[in-house]
């Protein structure tokens, strides 16, 4: 078995400038339904079922140009190539009334004479994951002007049924022992791909001619239409070369050391079976790509995963011995051609990526193995430091976690479900104003879920989805994400076409108010809170048979945000509506549910069952007298007793404990993160151990926090028009922190002088003031440099 190591060349002389395309600006004219392209498919196939396409066009061309921009979409997805070169993939995931388009100059990838036009097109028919929401299979392009309307799609786009791929790893769910329902592996056989089909001089002859669908339709436009078109709202989605880690097991076979984090091809002989474990070092999502020469007859089976397993359970991440692998997977069959390149159809995520072989007549030789690591192309542009550097570690896999999370919609988790739930988007959101600045992916989660609303005025529980799911507290939070965007930016005519839709969820809360106690009573759909082991379900008592102290608490908190929110829009008598509404339900809340004795809030009035989710939220709706919303706090953090807040709500914890002017409390809040690095996690998990994701966003809320609470810098007025800081160090001494704000960076510098003492040093980028508190003590801010002194 012959091992070799070539330079990082070798790389990056294989890797196409992919994504180096940007998203461009809508036409107008598109909007208002000037298409001339024609939607096109595969004839002859059963056009919502399972299959894989591959379309193409040659143009001939005067001269090169110095631009020529397209639109494109599919259904489901497409990856676009121009004379053989990657050019970009989507669409952005949407429903059929928002579906996306998207807008590039193809330019650079063209020239003088005969052009290649291609499209990579599949449709997951009944395996799709279940946040593909379909019609049919279809593949849209169209040239912005007449002077590229050469490319549009029609009938004179051939196109090619691809039967090399069969759907594979169907039972992940199964063998998981979880929900995961991010659709099937890709099962490839070499021998019946069409190697070579994006290239220029590819022999298409007996290729079929498209088969057209419908006219497009722009949103606004159409009598009868398949898909209702866009403009994407959003950035496209990056991808970054990203070399594998390094091998902690092999079987048949040893390879050098430095394989496959340094290129190198390695050589299998014929008839031979050999495993090879390949751990990231660190969980991602990416597109592994494996290129391999001869091997005809071989199988190459992929598995991913976050973690390894022993009797389906986990343990210290970084554990291989004893352990197995378990996860979704891929499988290749090579053709024996030279240079062959598999890469999934969609990414995939893992920390652990192991190679099942099993070789034919022919030896296979592996060229190269590594990863195209994608999604949301955030930018990292806060900064944060203090002299524990175990926040600096927390900091850094909470990013990660965050960024593993967002793709064209925020990911609850990127392994099982890549579903965008209003509880964790709400997190995310604020993770990414903060880090980023970044507010693109949070507008269009917002009206993802606007679109998602059922005839009974709630949101959907997650969307996009292709399956109904509502959980009536996560409308809660829809509210309040309009709210967070309200306090960070300034935009009204954006926030003014959901406030309709924001009474609409409040309406439906206040109908089901139960006006004999004055808490919300029975309540259908699934009233999830959080997945702390005393709420089965993740329901707490009450919010399905009435009575439930914690969901109408959270219904008086959204209450308070939504009377500021719309008083903010002049609708001054529907706010007033709102805090009586919120007032009248906590005074009574307070009153049946507050157990004096155990100086705790109970579940519902028959005090049989205590939470902390319940105290949480009565402080953050007001319910607890002010004088004694600490005392209550304190005793939630002390009293196992209670059923204990997951990672997910001690989010909700914190904003309690800000709210009680307790907020130098939460540095001694962060212990479970330090334990779940202590695991060897890279990411932050859904749940304390054992837990299903080992990446979850809701964890990564530290991101937000260590800048919010620890450095301080919140919104004083809306739209981020003021800002107050009031860092909260705790016991940590040094503390510096940086974010973004649509004027420029806000930069805080905090050192300790005593018990009581602080040097703070500040810089407010031009156009902003604010406020500077410490401990009960106001000093005003203005725009650049300045230090204050207590």
């Not at 998602?452 to 969307?463: D, I």
């Not at 945000?561 to 509506?577: D, E, N, T, Y």
Request: net charge neutral; aromatic share 12%.
């Amino acid at each position: 078995m012959k091992f070799h190591v070539y330079p990082l060349l070798a790389l990056l002389c294989c890797v196409s400038p992919f994504m180096a395309q940007s998203q461009l600006p809508p036409n107008p004219a598109l909007l208002q339904n000037h298409w001339t392209a024609t939607w096109i498919s595969c004839p002859g196939i059963a056009q919502r079922a399972y299959g894989i396409y591959h379309f193409r066009k040659t143009v001939t061309l005067a001269a090169k140009p110095s631009k020529f921009i397209v639109h494109l979409s599919a259904d489901n997805r497409y990856r676009f190539f121009v004379n053989g070169q990657a050019v970009c993939s989507g669409p952005a995931r949407g429903d059929l009334y928002n579906w996306n388009y998207e807008s590039v100059d193809i330019a650079p990838y063209l020239q003088a004479g005969n052009n290649t036009l291609a499209a990579l097109v599949w449709n997951m028919g009944e395996h799709a994951p279940v946040a593909q929401v379909s019609n049919q299979t279809g593949w849209l392009l169209q040239g912005d002007t007449d002077a590229e309307k050469i490319v549009n799609t029609d009938k004179s786009w051939k196109v090619y049924h691809d039967t090399a791929y069969t759907p594979c790893s169907l039972d992940n769910g199964a063998r998981m022992r979880s929900y995961m329902v991010v659709g099937p592996g890709d099962h490839v056989k070499g021998t019946a791909f069409p190697w070579g089909w994006e290239q220029p001089g590819f022999d298409d002859s007996g290729w079929s001619a498209a088969a057209g669908v419908t006219h497009p339709a722009s949103a606004g436009y159409g009598t009868d239409n398949l898909w209702t078109l866009v403009p994407r709202s959003i950035p496209l989605m990056e991808e970054v070369p990203e070399r594998m880690g390094t091998v902690r097991r092999s079987g048949g076979i040893t390879p050098v050391d430095g394989w496959p984090n340094k290129p190198g091809t390695l050589e299998i002989p014929a008839h031979q079976t050999v495993s090879i474990l390949v751990d990231q070092t660190y969980n991602t999502s990416a597109y592994p790509q494996l290129t391999v020469s001869g091997g005809k007859a071989s199988s190459i089976k992929m598995t991913y995963a976050e973690a390894l397993f022993r009797d389906h359970q986990k343990a210290n991440r970084n554990q291989v011995e004893g352990m197995e692998i378990i996860g979704n997977y891929d499988i290749f069959e090579p053709d024996g051609g030279n240079h062959r390149t598999f890469r999934p159809l969609w990414f995939r995520t893992y920390r652990y990526l192991q190679l099942d072989i099993t070789t034919g007549d022919e030896p296979l030789r592996i060229d190269d193995l590594y990863g195209m690591r994608t999604g949301y192309p955030f930018e990292e542009k806060a900064a944060f430091s203090c002299n524990d550097t175990t926040l600096t570690d927390i900091w850094k896999t909470g990013w990660r976690t965050a960024r593993l999370c967002a793709g064209e919609t925020y990911f609850d988790c990127p392994y099982y479900e890549q579903l965008q739930y209003e509880g964790d988007t709400r997190i995310q959101s604020l993770i990414s104003l903060y880090v980023a600045g970044d507010d693109r992916l949070m507008r269009k989660a917002i009206h993802d879920f606007y679109c998602s609303r059922v005839p009974e005025g709630l949101t959907q529980g997650r969307y996009p989805s292709n399956r109904m799911q509502v959980i009536p507290p996560f409308s809660l939070f829809w509210v309040s994400m309009l709210h967070d965007y309200w306090m960070h930016r300034k935009d009204d005519a954006f926030l003014q076409q959901y406030l309709m839709a924001a009474q609409g969820v409040l309406d439906w809360y206040e109908r089901h108010i139960d006006s004999s106690r004055m808490m919300l009573g029975p309540m259908q759909w699934w009233g999830f809170t959080d997945w702390n082991t005393s709420f089965p379900g993740g329901v707490p008592d009450g919010a399905t048979n009435g009575h439930s102290a914690v969901i109408t608490l959270q219904y008086a908190y959204t209450l308070h945000q939504a009377a500021a929110l719309f008083a903010g829009f002049g609708k001054a008598s529907l706010a007033q509506h709102y805090k009586e509404v919120a007032q009248q339900l906590t005074r009574s809340v307070y009153r049946q549910c507050f157990d004096p004795a155990r100086n705790a809030m109970a579940n519902t009035p028959e005090k049989k069952a205590f939470s902390q989710h319940a105290g949480i939220m009565a402080v953050l709706a007001g319910a607890i007298p002010s004088g004694q919303e600490q005392s209550v706090l304190r005793r939630l953090m002390t009293d196992t007793t209670l059923s204990q807040a997951t990672f997910y709500y001690r989010f909700y914890l914190n904003q309690a404990l800000k709210k009680a002017g307790m907020a130098n409390q939460y540095y001694g809040q962060l212990q479970p993160w330090r334990d779940m690095l202590a695991m060897g996690l890279t990411t932050f998990a859904e749940n304390p151990e054992p837990t299903r994701s080992d990446c979850h966003a809701w964890s990564a809320s530290p991101n937000y926090d260590f800048l919010a609470t620890i450095c301080g810098i919140v919104p004083a007025q809306p739209g981020f028009a003021r800002v107050k800081i009031a860092p909260a160090p705790g016991e940590l001494q040094q503390i510096k922190g940086s974010m973004p704000h649509p004027l420029g960076n806000i930069t805080v510098s905090i050192i300790r002088k005593g018990a009581h003492g602080i040097t703070a040093s500040i810089s407010l980028p031009a156009g902003l003031d604010g406020v500077f508190v410490w401990e009960g003590k106001e000093k005003s801010l203005h725009s650049g440099q300045q230090t204050i002194t207590f």
